[in-house]
Protein backbone atom coordinates (compact mmCIF):
# COMPACT_ATOMS: atom_id res chain seq x y z
CA UNK A 1 0.00 0.00 0.00
CA UNK A 2 1.09 3.09 -1.07
CA UNK A 3 1.70 6.02 2.04
CA UNK A 4 0.76 9.09 1.90
CA UNK A 5 4.53 11.38 1.63
CA UNK A 6 6.44 7.98 1.66
CA UNK A 7 9.46 7.20 -0.38
CA UNK A 8 10.06 7.77 -3.82
CA UNK A 9 10.83 5.65 -6.63
CA UNK A 10 14.42 5.74 -6.19
CA UNK A 11 14.20 4.48 -2.49
CA UNK A 12 12.40 1.58 -3.64
CA UNK A 13 15.20 0.93 -5.84
CA UNK A 14 17.75 0.96 -2.88
CA UNK A 15 15.63 -1.24 -1.00
CA UNK A 16 15.22 -3.88 -3.96
CA UNK A 17 19.31 -3.91 -4.13
CA UNK A 18 19.52 -4.30 -0.20
CA UNK A 19 17.34 -7.07 -0.18
CA UNK A 20 19.29 -10.05 0.87
CA UNK A 21 16.87 -12.70 -0.71
CA UNK A 22 17.23 -13.41 -4.18
CA UNK A 23 15.12 -11.19 -6.45
CA UNK A 24 14.88 -10.22 -10.01
CA UNK A 25 11.97 -8.54 -12.19
CA UNK A 26 10.47 -9.32 -15.53
CA UNK A 27 8.12 -7.94 -18.15
CA UNK A 28 5.33 -9.98 -19.62
CA UNK A 29 6.84 -11.85 -21.64
CA UNK A 30 9.05 -13.07 -18.49
CA UNK A 31 12.24 -11.40 -19.69
CA UNK A 32 14.79 -10.32 -17.61
CA UNK A 33 14.94 -6.57 -17.14
CA UNK A 34 16.53 -6.28 -12.87
CA UNK A 35 17.85 -8.29 -10.67
CA UNK A 36 19.40 -7.77 -7.48
CA UNK A 37 22.90 -8.89 -6.28
CA UNK A 38 21.64 -11.93 -4.37
CA UNK A 39 20.12 -12.89 -7.36
CA UNK A 40 23.86 -12.88 -8.76
CA UNK A 41 25.18 -14.96 -5.99
CA UNK A 42 22.04 -17.16 -6.18
CA UNK A 43 23.18 -17.95 -9.57
CA UNK A 44 26.69 -18.19 -9.13
CA UNK A 45 26.43 -20.41 -6.25
CA UNK A 46 24.65 -22.81 -8.94
CA UNK A 47 26.88 -22.80 -11.45
CA UNK A 48 24.89 -20.71 -13.77
CA UNK A 49 24.32 -17.16 -15.10
CA UNK A 50 21.61 -15.04 -15.33
CA UNK A 51 21.53 -15.47 -19.18
CA UNK A 52 21.12 -19.11 -18.55
CA UNK A 53 18.18 -18.26 -16.25
CA UNK A 54 16.72 -15.98 -18.64
CA UNK A 55 16.75 -18.94 -21.58
CA UNK A 56 15.01 -21.38 -18.81
CA UNK A 57 12.45 -18.33 -18.28
CA UNK A 58 11.66 -18.20 -21.81
CA UNK A 59 9.62 -21.66 -22.21
CA UNK A 60 7.93 -20.97 -18.51
CA UNK A 61 4.41 -19.95 -18.72
CA UNK A 62 3.69 -16.73 -17.66
CA UNK A 63 1.12 -16.58 -14.56
CA UNK A 64 -2.31 -14.66 -14.84
CA UNK A 65 -2.42 -11.00 -13.37
CA UNK A 66 -2.34 -11.07 -9.71
CA UNK A 67 -1.45 -15.04 -9.47
CA UNK A 68 1.65 -16.88 -9.00
CA UNK A 69 3.65 -19.61 -10.20
CA UNK A 70 6.80 -21.79 -9.29
CA UNK A 71 9.03 -22.66 -11.98
CA UNK A 72 11.36 -25.44 -11.30
CA UNK A 73 15.16 -24.81 -12.64
CA UNK A 74 17.14 -27.37 -14.15
CA UNK A 75 20.62 -25.83 -12.83
CA UNK A 76 23.39 -28.81 -12.90
CA UNK A 77 25.67 -27.14 -9.71
CA UNK A 78 22.50 -27.68 -7.34
CA UNK A 79 19.23 -29.55 -7.49
CA UNK A 80 16.05 -28.16 -5.98
CA UNK A 81 16.17 -24.29 -7.16
CA UNK A 82 13.15 -22.68 -7.75
CA UNK A 83 11.63 -19.38 -9.10
CA UNK A 84 7.95 -18.38 -7.44
CA UNK A 85 6.55 -15.98 -10.30
CA UNK A 86 4.43 -12.78 -9.14
CA UNK A 87 2.39 -10.62 -11.26
CA UNK A 88 1.09 -7.47 -11.19
CA UNK A 89 0.12 -5.75 -13.79
CA UNK A 90 2.94 -5.35 -16.28
CA UNK A 91 5.69 -6.54 -13.68
CA UNK A 92 6.36 -9.72 -13.20
CA UNK A 93 7.91 -10.09 -9.36
CA UNK A 94 10.74 -13.32 -9.35
CA UNK A 95 12.02 -14.60 -6.01
CA UNK A 96 14.47 -17.08 -5.83
CA UNK A 97 14.85 -20.08 -3.91
CA UNK A 98 16.12 -23.80 -2.67
CA UNK A 99 13.96 -26.31 -2.31
CA UNK A 100 15.39 -29.07 0.35
CA UNK A 101 12.53 -31.58 -0.35
CA UNK A 102 12.86 -31.14 -4.32
CA UNK A 103 16.34 -31.45 -4.35
CA UNK A 104 15.66 -34.78 -1.78
CA UNK A 105 13.42 -36.45 -4.79
CA UNK A 106 15.88 -35.49 -7.25
CA UNK A 107 18.82 -37.20 -5.94
CA UNK A 108 16.67 -40.36 -5.08
CA UNK A 109 15.71 -39.99 -8.82
CA UNK A 110 19.55 -39.86 -9.77
CA UNK A 111 20.47 -42.77 -7.44
CA UNK A 112 17.80 -44.42 -8.60
CA UNK A 113 19.18 -44.33 -12.24
CA UNK A 114 22.26 -44.98 -11.55
CA UNK A 115 21.59 -47.77 -9.56
CA UNK A 116 19.33 -49.40 -12.60
CA UNK A 117 22.20 -48.45 -14.96
CA UNK A 118 24.85 -50.34 -12.67
CA UNK A 119 22.45 -53.48 -12.65
CA UNK A 120 21.74 -53.14 -16.47
CA UNK A 121 25.42 -52.91 -17.09
CA UNK A 122 26.17 -56.04 -14.31
CA UNK A 123 23.67 -58.08 -16.64
CA UNK A 124 24.71 -57.52 -20.03
CA UNK A 125 28.60 -58.17 -18.36
CA UNK A 126 27.08 -61.32 -16.99
CA UNK A 127 25.32 -62.40 -20.18
CA UNK A 128 28.45 -61.60 -22.24
CA UNK A 129 30.35 -64.04 -20.34
CA UNK A 130 27.36 -66.51 -20.46
CA UNK A 131 27.05 -66.23 -24.34
CA UNK A 132 31.48 -66.58 -24.81
CA UNK A 133 31.15 -69.75 -22.51
CA UNK A 134 28.21 -71.41 -24.50
CA UNK A 135 29.06 -74.55 -26.12
CA UNK A 136 26.49 -74.30 -29.37
CA UNK A 137 23.62 -72.47 -30.32
CA UNK A 138 20.91 -74.09 -27.90
CA UNK A 139 23.16 -72.93 -24.63
CA UNK A 140 23.55 -69.73 -26.01
CA UNK A 141 19.67 -69.27 -27.02
CA UNK A 142 19.29 -70.50 -23.18
CA UNK A 143 21.71 -67.64 -21.71
CA UNK A 144 19.99 -64.92 -23.53
CA UNK A 145 16.62 -65.62 -22.35
CA UNK A 146 18.26 -65.49 -18.84
CA UNK A 147 19.14 -62.10 -19.35
CA UNK A 148 16.85 -60.70 -20.78
CA UNK A 149 14.26 -61.85 -18.39
CA UNK A 150 16.19 -60.61 -15.75
CA UNK A 151 16.45 -56.73 -18.09
CA UNK A 152 13.09 -56.25 -18.67
CA UNK A 153 10.54 -58.59 -15.91
CA UNK A 154 7.19 -58.53 -16.83
CA UNK A 155 7.43 -58.34 -20.66
CA UNK A 156 6.87 -61.24 -23.68
CA UNK A 157 9.92 -61.60 -25.72
CA UNK A 158 10.89 -64.23 -28.44
CA UNK A 159 14.24 -64.91 -29.55
CA UNK A 160 15.04 -66.13 -33.03
CA UNK A 161 17.97 -67.19 -34.74
CA UNK A 162 18.21 -67.48 -38.04
CA UNK A 163 20.89 -69.01 -40.92
CA UNK A 164 22.60 -66.06 -42.64
CA UNK A 165 22.71 -67.61 -45.82
CA UNK A 166 19.08 -69.16 -45.82
CA UNK A 167 17.05 -67.14 -43.20
CA UNK A 168 15.94 -70.33 -42.25
CA UNK A 169 14.98 -70.95 -39.02
CA UNK A 170 17.30 -72.38 -36.46
CA UNK A 171 16.44 -71.73 -32.64
CA UNK A 172 13.67 -70.61 -31.29
CA UNK A 173 12.92 -69.06 -27.62
CA UNK A 174 9.63 -67.48 -26.47
CA UNK A 175 8.58 -66.21 -23.29
CA UNK A 176 4.26 -65.25 -23.58
CA UNK A 177 1.41 -67.15 -25.75
CA UNK A 178 2.56 -66.46 -29.22
CA UNK A 179 0.24 -65.89 -31.98
CA UNK A 180 -0.03 -69.14 -34.44
CA UNK A 181 2.04 -68.48 -37.32
CA UNK A 182 3.78 -65.31 -35.68
CA UNK A 183 7.23 -66.52 -35.70
CA UNK A 184 7.70 -66.62 -39.66
CA UNK A 185 8.69 -64.58 -41.71
CA UNK A 186 10.85 -62.46 -39.68
CA UNK A 187 9.64 -58.73 -39.60
CA UNK A 188 12.63 -55.96 -39.03
CA UNK A 189 12.08 -52.18 -38.32
CA UNK A 190 12.63 -50.23 -41.20
CA UNK A 191 14.86 -47.45 -39.40
CA UNK A 192 16.65 -50.23 -37.41
CA UNK A 193 18.07 -51.58 -40.56
CA UNK A 194 18.86 -47.74 -41.69
CA UNK A 195 20.90 -47.30 -38.93
CA UNK A 196 22.81 -51.01 -38.82
CA UNK A 197 23.36 -49.81 -42.68
CA UNK A 198 21.93 -53.54 -43.18
CA UNK A 199 21.72 -53.70 -46.96
CA UNK A 200 18.82 -55.37 -48.45
CA UNK A 201 21.08 -57.67 -51.05
CA UNK A 202 21.88 -59.45 -47.72
CA UNK A 203 18.62 -60.30 -47.01
CA UNK A 204 17.16 -63.58 -47.74
CA UNK A 205 14.35 -63.49 -49.89
CA UNK A 206 10.84 -64.65 -48.88
CA UNK A 207 12.18 -65.10 -45.09
CA UNK A 208 12.90 -61.53 -44.26
CA UNK A 209 10.36 -58.62 -44.28
CA UNK A 210 10.77 -54.61 -43.66
CA UNK A 211 8.18 -52.54 -42.14
CA UNK A 212 7.95 -49.33 -40.81
CA UNK A 213 6.02 -51.25 -37.59
CA UNK A 214 6.63 -54.23 -36.65
CA UNK A 215 3.82 -56.80 -35.89
CA UNK A 216 2.90 -57.93 -32.57
CA UNK A 217 3.98 -61.33 -32.08
CA UNK A 218 2.15 -61.98 -28.54
CA UNK A 219 -1.05 -62.14 -27.73
CA UNK A 220 -2.54 -59.67 -24.83
CA UNK A 221 0.31 -57.17 -25.95
CA UNK A 222 -0.66 -53.30 -26.31
CA UNK A 223 2.99 -52.43 -28.10
CA UNK A 224 6.42 -53.24 -28.48
CA UNK A 225 10.21 -53.33 -30.00
CA UNK A 226 12.51 -55.09 -31.92
CA UNK A 227 16.27 -55.15 -32.33
CA UNK A 228 17.83 -57.31 -35.20
CA UNK A 229 20.91 -59.56 -34.61
CA UNK A 230 23.26 -57.91 -37.13
CA UNK A 231 26.96 -58.73 -36.82
CA UNK A 232 29.40 -58.05 -39.85
CA UNK A 233 26.75 -57.04 -42.18
CA UNK A 234 24.83 -60.12 -42.24
CA UNK A 235 21.26 -60.60 -40.03
CA UNK A 236 21.16 -63.44 -37.83
CA UNK A 237 17.48 -63.57 -36.27
CA UNK A 238 16.04 -61.05 -33.94
CA UNK A 239 14.92 -60.16 -30.28
CA UNK A 240 11.21 -59.25 -30.16
CA UNK A 241 9.89 -57.51 -26.81
CA UNK A 242 5.92 -56.57 -25.68
CA UNK A 243 4.24 -55.04 -23.32
CA UNK A 244 0.97 -56.49 -21.83
CA UNK A 245 -1.92 -54.17 -20.76
CA UNK A 246 -1.41 -52.42 -17.57
CA UNK A 247 2.62 -52.38 -17.55
CA UNK A 248 4.26 -48.80 -16.78
CA UNK A 249 7.54 -48.67 -18.59
CA UNK A 250 10.22 -46.63 -20.24
CA UNK A 251 9.57 -47.70 -23.37
CA UNK A 252 12.71 -45.79 -25.25
CA UNK A 253 15.03 -46.70 -22.58
CA UNK A 254 13.96 -50.47 -22.82
CA UNK A 255 14.86 -49.91 -26.72
CA UNK A 256 17.99 -48.27 -26.09
CA UNK A 257 19.21 -51.55 -23.76
CA UNK A 258 17.28 -54.22 -26.38
CA UNK A 259 19.93 -53.22 -28.99
CA UNK A 260 22.67 -52.43 -27.06
CA UNK A 261 21.94 -56.12 -25.82
CA UNK A 262 21.07 -57.29 -29.44
CA UNK A 263 24.79 -56.05 -31.08
CA UNK A 264 26.40 -58.24 -28.37
CA UNK A 265 24.40 -61.33 -29.29
CA UNK A 266 24.68 -60.92 -32.71
CA UNK A 267 28.44 -61.51 -32.50
CA UNK A 268 27.98 -64.06 -30.14
CA UNK A 269 25.88 -65.80 -32.40
CA UNK A 270 27.95 -65.40 -35.41
CA UNK A 271 30.59 -67.00 -33.37
CA UNK A 272 28.68 -69.88 -32.63
CA UNK A 273 27.77 -70.48 -36.36
CA UNK A 274 31.42 -70.40 -37.40
CA UNK A 275 32.05 -72.75 -34.13
CA UNK A 276 29.51 -75.20 -35.13
CA UNK A 277 30.57 -75.17 -38.95
CA UNK A 278 34.09 -75.77 -37.88
CA UNK A 279 32.57 -78.65 -35.53
CA UNK A 280 30.58 -79.83 -38.23
CA UNK A 281 34.14 -79.92 -40.53
CA UNK A 282 35.83 -81.29 -38.05
CA UNK A 283 33.56 -84.12 -37.44
CA UNK A 284 32.88 -84.62 -41.15
CA UNK A 285 36.70 -85.42 -41.74
CA UNK A 286 37.36 -87.27 -38.51
CA UNK A 287 34.50 -89.66 -39.73
CA UNK A 288 35.66 -89.55 -43.53
CA UNK A 289 39.34 -90.87 -42.26
CA UNK A 290 38.00 -93.45 -39.76
CA UNK A 291 35.40 -94.95 -42.21
CA UNK A 292 37.29 -95.11 -45.45
CA UNK A 293 38.13 -97.95 -47.08
CA UNK A 294 41.78 -97.53 -47.05
CA UNK A 295 44.09 -97.58 -44.49
CA UNK A 296 45.17 -94.84 -42.25
CA UNK A 297 47.64 -93.96 -39.67
CA UNK A 298 48.74 -90.59 -38.32
CA UNK A 299 51.16 -90.41 -36.13
CA UNK A 300 53.10 -87.06 -34.61
CA UNK A 301 56.78 -85.79 -34.53
CA UNK A 302 57.06 -87.64 -31.39
CA UNK A 303 56.25 -90.92 -32.97
CA UNK A 304 53.15 -91.40 -31.37
CA UNK A 305 49.66 -92.97 -32.92
CA UNK A 306 46.95 -90.54 -33.01
CA UNK A 307 44.75 -91.73 -35.76
CA UNK A 308 43.96 -95.48 -36.40
CA UNK A 309 41.45 -96.11 -38.45
CA UNK A 310 38.18 -98.95 -38.42
CA UNK A 311 40.31 -100.64 -42.09
CA UNK A 312 43.15 -100.84 -39.58
CA UNK A 313 41.51 -102.15 -36.39
CA UNK A 314 39.60 -104.85 -38.93
CA UNK A 315 43.00 -105.72 -40.45
CA UNK A 316 45.02 -105.77 -36.85
CA UNK A 317 42.44 -106.96 -33.96
CA UNK A 318 43.45 -103.86 -32.21
CA UNK A 319 41.30 -101.55 -30.80
CA UNK A 320 41.76 -97.93 -31.24
CA UNK A 321 41.87 -96.88 -27.49
CA UNK A 322 44.70 -99.58 -27.35
CA UNK A 323 46.57 -98.27 -30.14
CA UNK A 324 46.05 -94.01 -29.76
CA UNK A 325 49.18 -92.59 -27.83
CA UNK A 326 51.16 -95.21 -28.13
CA UNK A 327 54.91 -95.55 -30.14
CA UNK A 328 54.46 -96.35 -33.83
CA UNK A 329 57.22 -99.02 -33.47
CA UNK A 330 55.15 -100.72 -31.22
CA UNK A 331 52.84 -102.18 -34.38
CA UNK A 332 55.62 -103.39 -36.58
CA UNK A 333 57.79 -106.21 -35.94
CA UNK A 334 61.54 -105.34 -34.54
CA UNK A 335 63.39 -106.31 -38.50
CA UNK A 336 61.13 -103.52 -39.45
CA UNK A 337 62.50 -100.34 -37.23
CA UNK A 338 65.03 -99.31 -39.13
CA UNK A 339 63.16 -99.22 -42.46
CA UNK A 340 60.27 -97.37 -40.55
CA UNK A 341 62.61 -94.33 -38.95
CA UNK A 342 64.04 -93.79 -42.41
CA UNK A 343 60.66 -93.05 -43.33
CA UNK A 344 59.44 -90.91 -40.88
CA UNK A 345 62.87 -88.78 -40.61
CA UNK A 346 62.32 -88.18 -44.42
CA UNK A 347 58.21 -87.18 -43.78
CA UNK A 348 60.02 -84.89 -41.07
CA UNK A 349 61.80 -83.41 -43.46
CA UNK A 350 58.79 -82.66 -46.03
CA UNK A 351 59.67 -85.53 -48.13
CA UNK A 352 56.61 -88.31 -49.23
CA UNK A 353 57.35 -92.14 -49.92
CA UNK A 354 55.10 -94.01 -52.05
CA UNK A 355 55.02 -97.96 -51.93
CA UNK A 356 56.43 -98.25 -48.79
CA UNK A 357 55.72 -102.03 -47.80
CA UNK A 358 56.11 -103.43 -43.98
CA UNK A 359 54.75 -105.31 -41.83
CA UNK A 360 52.47 -105.04 -39.22
CA UNK A 361 51.82 -107.30 -35.86
CA UNK A 362 48.14 -108.36 -35.01
CA UNK A 363 46.50 -108.28 -31.49
CA UNK A 364 46.73 -112.77 -31.79
CA UNK A 365 50.60 -112.57 -33.08
CA UNK A 366 50.68 -112.75 -36.84
CA UNK A 367 51.97 -110.78 -39.08
CA UNK A 368 50.16 -108.42 -41.93
CA UNK A 369 51.60 -107.10 -44.90
CA UNK A 370 50.23 -104.11 -45.89
CA UNK A 371 52.02 -100.88 -48.49
CA UNK A 372 52.01 -97.54 -47.53
CA UNK A 373 52.12 -94.42 -49.02
CA UNK A 374 53.21 -91.87 -46.78
CA UNK A 375 53.50 -87.50 -46.20
CA UNK A 376 53.72 -84.53 -44.28
CA UNK A 377 51.52 -83.47 -42.11
CA UNK A 378 51.64 -80.05 -41.26
CA UNK A 379 50.35 -77.94 -38.65
CA UNK A 380 48.18 -74.44 -39.12
CA UNK A 381 51.69 -72.53 -39.23
CA UNK A 382 53.09 -74.31 -42.14
CA UNK A 383 55.84 -76.67 -39.65
CA UNK A 384 55.58 -80.07 -39.86
CA UNK A 385 53.91 -81.87 -37.33
CA UNK A 386 53.98 -85.50 -38.20
CA UNK A 387 53.34 -88.06 -40.79
CA UNK A 388 50.25 -89.45 -42.65
CA UNK A 389 50.44 -92.82 -43.99
CA UNK A 390 47.38 -94.12 -46.37
CA UNK A 391 47.43 -97.59 -47.59
CA UNK A 392 46.14 -100.89 -48.27
CA UNK A 393 46.53 -104.66 -47.19
CA UNK A 394 48.85 -106.56 -49.39
CA UNK A 395 48.63 -109.92 -47.53
CA UNK A 396 45.90 -111.54 -49.74
CA UNK A 397 48.30 -109.96 -52.83
CA UNK A 398 51.42 -111.85 -51.73
CA UNK A 399 49.88 -114.94 -51.11
CA UNK A 400 48.20 -114.79 -54.09
CA UNK A 401 52.49 -114.40 -55.71
CA UNK A 402 53.50 -116.65 -53.80
CA UNK A 403 50.60 -118.75 -55.00
CA UNK A 404 51.90 -117.81 -58.90
CA UNK A 405 55.42 -118.95 -57.76
CA UNK A 406 54.31 -122.16 -56.95
CA UNK A 407 52.01 -122.96 -59.55
CA UNK A 408 54.71 -122.00 -61.67
CA UNK A 409 56.99 -124.28 -60.19
CA UNK A 410 54.08 -127.20 -60.33
CA UNK A 411 53.92 -126.66 -64.21
CA UNK A 412 57.64 -126.99 -64.58
CA UNK A 413 57.29 -130.04 -62.75
CA UNK A 414 54.63 -131.30 -64.63
CA UNK A 415 56.30 -131.03 -67.30
CA UNK A 416 59.52 -132.86 -65.99
CA UNK A 417 56.99 -135.27 -64.48
CA UNK A 418 55.33 -135.69 -68.88
CA UNK A 419 58.99 -136.33 -69.60
CA UNK A 420 60.09 -138.72 -66.68
CA UNK A 421 56.54 -140.75 -67.69
CA UNK A 422 57.42 -140.76 -71.10
CA UNK A 423 60.81 -142.21 -70.31
CA UNK A 424 59.36 -144.66 -67.96
CA UNK A 425 56.18 -145.48 -70.41
CA UNK A 426 58.96 -146.93 -73.20
CA UNK A 427 60.84 -149.07 -71.01
CA UNK A 428 57.40 -149.97 -69.84
CA UNK A 429 55.57 -151.11 -72.43
CA UNK A 430 58.46 -153.37 -73.39
CA UNK A 431 58.82 -155.10 -70.16
CA UNK A 432 54.84 -155.67 -70.15
CA UNK A 433 54.94 -157.13 -73.85
CA UNK A 434 57.68 -159.52 -73.15
CA UNK A 435 56.06 -160.66 -69.84
CA UNK A 436 52.77 -161.22 -71.77
CA UNK A 437 54.46 -162.65 -74.50
CA UNK A 438 56.95 -165.34 -71.84
CA UNK A 439 53.21 -165.90 -70.17
CA UNK A 440 51.66 -167.11 -73.71
CA UNK A 441 54.56 -168.99 -74.32
CA UNK A 442 54.55 -170.86 -70.90
CA UNK A 443 50.88 -171.87 -70.69
CA UNK A 444 51.55 -173.78 -74.32
CA UNK A 445 54.72 -175.57 -72.84
CA UNK A 446 53.98 -179.08 -71.68
CA UNK A 447 55.13 -179.26 -67.92
CA UNK A 448 55.92 -175.16 -67.33
CA UNK A 449 56.41 -174.39 -63.94
CA UNK A 450 52.77 -172.65 -62.37
CA UNK A 451 54.94 -170.23 -60.00
CA UNK A 452 56.88 -169.27 -62.99
CA UNK A 453 53.54 -168.55 -64.63
CA UNK A 454 52.50 -166.47 -61.38
CA UNK A 455 55.28 -164.59 -60.86
CA UNK A 456 55.14 -163.43 -64.95
CA UNK A 457 51.41 -162.27 -64.72
CA UNK A 458 51.83 -160.74 -61.58
CA UNK A 459 55.03 -158.83 -63.69
CA UNK A 460 52.12 -157.68 -66.17
CA UNK A 461 49.70 -156.54 -63.81
CA UNK A 462 52.18 -154.49 -62.09
CA UNK A 463 53.83 -152.78 -65.50
CA UNK A 464 50.07 -152.42 -66.42
CA UNK A 465 49.26 -150.64 -63.43
CA UNK A 466 52.05 -148.55 -63.90
CA UNK A 467 51.62 -147.47 -67.28
CA UNK A 468 47.81 -147.02 -66.48
CA UNK A 469 49.10 -144.65 -63.66
CA UNK A 470 51.52 -142.42 -65.40
CA UNK A 471 48.59 -142.38 -68.29
CA UNK A 472 46.08 -140.70 -65.64
CA UNK A 473 49.01 -138.56 -63.93
CA UNK A 474 49.61 -137.22 -67.40
CA UNK A 475 45.86 -136.90 -68.08
CA UNK A 476 45.75 -134.58 -64.82
CA UNK A 477 49.12 -132.78 -65.16
CA UNK A 478 47.81 -131.42 -68.49
CA UNK A 479 46.63 -127.58 -68.33
CA UNK A 480 42.60 -127.60 -68.71
CA UNK A 481 41.48 -126.86 -71.75
CA UNK A 482 37.88 -126.10 -69.82
CA UNK A 483 35.94 -128.01 -72.51
CA UNK A 484 33.19 -130.10 -70.65
CA UNK A 485 33.19 -133.69 -71.68
CA UNK A 486 31.04 -136.92 -70.93
CA UNK A 487 32.86 -138.27 -67.73
CA UNK A 488 31.28 -141.60 -65.41
CA UNK A 489 31.76 -140.15 -61.82
CA UNK A 490 33.09 -143.47 -60.10
CA UNK A 491 35.58 -143.70 -62.39
CA UNK A 492 36.81 -139.95 -61.42
CA UNK A 493 36.74 -140.81 -58.23
CA UNK A 494 38.50 -143.81 -58.18
CA UNK A 495 41.28 -141.92 -60.25
CA UNK A 496 41.46 -139.18 -57.40
CA UNK A 497 42.16 -142.02 -54.87
CA UNK A 498 44.87 -143.85 -57.36
CA UNK A 499 46.50 -140.75 -56.99
CA UNK A 500 46.23 -140.14 -52.93
CA UNK A 501 47.35 -144.05 -52.42
CA UNK A 502 50.61 -142.26 -51.12
CA UNK A 503 49.01 -140.10 -48.76
CA UNK A 504 46.68 -142.56 -47.34
CA UNK A 505 49.40 -145.10 -46.80
CA UNK A 506 51.77 -142.62 -45.29
CA UNK A 507 48.47 -141.34 -42.72
CA UNK A 508 47.97 -145.11 -42.64
CA UNK A 509 44.21 -144.89 -42.57
CA UNK A 510 42.30 -146.52 -44.90
CA UNK A 511 39.65 -146.09 -47.79
CA UNK A 512 36.22 -147.71 -48.12
CA UNK A 513 34.17 -146.96 -51.20
CA UNK A 514 30.28 -147.51 -51.58
CA UNK A 515 29.25 -146.86 -55.19
CA UNK A 516 26.16 -146.94 -56.80
CA UNK A 517 25.75 -147.40 -60.35
CA UNK A 518 25.38 -143.51 -61.93
CA UNK A 519 24.48 -141.60 -65.78
CA UNK A 520 27.04 -139.32 -67.47
CA UNK A 521 27.76 -136.13 -66.68
CA UNK A 522 29.36 -133.34 -68.01
CA UNK A 523 32.40 -132.00 -66.74
CA UNK A 524 35.91 -130.70 -67.28
CA UNK A 525 37.76 -134.34 -65.88
CA UNK A 526 40.82 -132.96 -64.79
CA UNK A 527 39.14 -130.09 -62.30
CA UNK A 528 37.28 -132.92 -60.52
CA UNK A 529 39.96 -135.04 -60.18
CA UNK A 530 41.71 -132.21 -58.71
CA UNK A 531 38.50 -131.54 -56.33
CA UNK A 532 38.68 -135.21 -54.54
CA UNK A 533 42.26 -135.38 -54.18
CA UNK A 534 41.97 -132.07 -52.41
CA UNK A 535 38.80 -133.37 -50.19
CA UNK A 536 40.55 -136.70 -50.09
CA UNK A 537 43.64 -135.14 -48.84
CA UNK A 538 42.23 -132.67 -46.26
CA UNK A 539 40.40 -136.16 -44.75
CA UNK A 540 43.87 -137.97 -44.45
CA UNK A 541 45.31 -135.14 -42.80
CA UNK A 542 42.34 -134.63 -40.12
CA UNK A 543 42.59 -138.18 -38.80
CA UNK A 544 44.95 -140.09 -36.47
CA UNK A 545 46.51 -143.73 -37.63
CA UNK A 546 43.94 -146.10 -38.02
CA UNK A 547 40.87 -143.88 -39.56
CA UNK A 548 39.26 -144.65 -42.40
CA UNK A 549 37.64 -142.37 -45.54
CA UNK A 550 34.68 -143.76 -46.81
CA UNK A 551 33.59 -142.55 -50.05
CA UNK A 552 30.22 -142.73 -51.25
CA UNK A 553 28.05 -141.83 -54.33
CA UNK A 554 24.57 -141.70 -54.60
CA UNK A 555 22.02 -140.41 -57.25
CA UNK A 556 19.32 -137.65 -55.50
CA UNK A 557 16.72 -136.23 -58.38
CA UNK A 558 18.56 -135.14 -61.34
CA UNK A 559 21.89 -134.19 -59.32
CA UNK A 560 24.65 -137.14 -58.25
CA UNK A 561 26.27 -136.65 -54.38
CA UNK A 562 29.63 -137.73 -53.69
CA UNK A 563 30.30 -137.52 -49.72
CA UNK A 564 33.63 -137.95 -48.50
CA UNK A 565 33.66 -138.74 -44.45
CA UNK A 566 36.21 -139.09 -42.65
CA UNK A 567 36.58 -139.86 -39.09
CA UNK A 568 38.69 -137.35 -37.55
CA UNK A 569 38.11 -134.59 -34.94
CA UNK A 570 35.86 -132.74 -36.53
CA UNK A 571 35.98 -128.63 -37.37
CA UNK A 572 35.40 -126.52 -34.55
CA UNK A 573 31.49 -124.50 -35.14
CA UNK A 574 33.29 -121.66 -34.96
CA UNK A 575 35.52 -122.28 -38.10
CA UNK A 576 32.97 -124.08 -39.94
CA UNK A 577 31.16 -120.95 -41.45
CA UNK A 578 34.68 -119.62 -43.03
CA UNK A 579 36.22 -123.07 -44.06
CA UNK A 580 35.86 -121.62 -47.63
CA UNK A 581 37.47 -118.48 -47.04
CA UNK A 582 40.51 -117.83 -49.10
CA UNK A 583 43.64 -118.62 -47.16
CA UNK A 584 41.52 -119.14 -43.94
CA UNK A 585 43.12 -122.69 -43.12
CA UNK A 586 43.31 -124.84 -39.32
CA UNK A 587 46.60 -126.32 -40.50
CA UNK A 588 49.52 -124.93 -38.69
CA UNK A 589 51.90 -122.54 -40.54
CA UNK A 590 53.84 -124.37 -43.46
CA UNK A 591 50.80 -127.14 -43.54
CA UNK A 592 48.44 -125.39 -45.64
CA UNK A 593 47.91 -122.44 -47.89
CA UNK A 594 44.00 -122.21 -47.11
CA UNK A 595 43.19 -122.42 -51.13
CA UNK A 596 42.36 -125.92 -51.69
CA UNK A 597 38.91 -125.78 -50.24
CA UNK A 598 38.11 -122.20 -51.96
CA UNK A 599 39.34 -123.58 -55.46
CA UNK A 600 37.40 -126.67 -54.91
CA UNK A 601 34.29 -124.83 -54.58
CA UNK A 602 35.17 -122.50 -57.26
CA UNK A 603 35.45 -125.33 -59.36
CA UNK A 604 32.03 -127.14 -58.02
CA UNK A 605 30.26 -123.81 -58.66
CA UNK A 606 31.47 -123.85 -62.59
CA UNK A 607 29.88 -127.30 -63.13
CA UNK A 608 26.46 -125.71 -61.80
CA UNK A 609 26.90 -127.85 -58.30
CA UNK A 610 27.44 -127.32 -54.92
CA UNK A 611 30.04 -128.01 -52.61
CA UNK A 612 28.89 -128.48 -48.58
CA UNK A 613 30.19 -129.53 -45.64
CA UNK A 614 28.81 -130.98 -42.36
CA UNK A 615 30.88 -131.71 -39.06
CA UNK A 616 30.60 -133.31 -35.34
CA UNK A 617 32.99 -132.23 -32.99
CA UNK A 618 35.39 -135.98 -32.14
CA UNK A 619 32.93 -137.74 -34.54
CA UNK A 620 34.92 -136.31 -38.26
CA UNK A 621 33.42 -134.28 -40.77
CA UNK A 622 31.54 -135.31 -44.47
CA UNK A 623 31.95 -132.78 -47.56
CA UNK A 624 29.76 -133.78 -49.80
CA UNK A 625 29.65 -132.65 -53.85
CA UNK A 626 26.43 -132.01 -55.78
CA UNK A 627 26.94 -131.81 -59.37
CA UNK A 628 24.08 -131.89 -62.21
CA UNK A 629 23.47 -135.07 -64.44
CA UNK A 630 22.54 -134.89 -68.11
CA UNK A 631 19.24 -134.94 -68.94
CA UNK A 632 18.56 -138.40 -70.61
Known amino acids: MRIPGGPGPEAFQAFFEALDAPAAMCDPTLRLVSVNEAFHRFCVDHHATVEDVSRMLASAAVPADGASCDVELSLAGMPGAVLTLSRRGEVVAVRARNDPELARNRLVLAERALLEQARTEGVLLDLGRSVAEAGGEEELVAAVARGVKELFPGRSFCIRITDSRTGGLTSLYAEGRLK ?306 RVQLNAVVDMAVGFCEHVVSQARVSVHREYVELPMLSAVRANLVQVFVNLITNACHAMQPGGAVHLSTRREGQEAVVSVRDTGSGIDPKNLQRIFEPFFTTKPEGKGTGLGLSICQGIVENHGGRLTVTSVMGEGTTFSVRLPLLME
Not at 251 to 259: A, C, M, P, S, Y
Not at 347 to 375: D, K, Q, W, Y
Not at 450 to 479: C, G, N, W
Open 180 to 485: EGAHEPLVLLRRAVEKLNLGRSALPQGRVTVLDEVPLLFQGSTHGVSAPLVASGQLFGAINMEYPEGLDADVQHDERVLLQLASQVAVAVKNAKLIDELTFVRKYLEDLLEKANALILVANRDKQVVVFNQALSALTGFRKDDVLGRDIFGLVPESEHLRLSQVIAAAIRGESVNSFETRLLSREGHEVRVSFATSSMLAHHGEVEGVIAIGQDITVVKELEKRIIHAEKLASIGQLAASVVHEINNPMTAVATYADALLQRSRTTPGANPADQDKLRKILESSHRILRFTRDLVSYARPAQDKPE
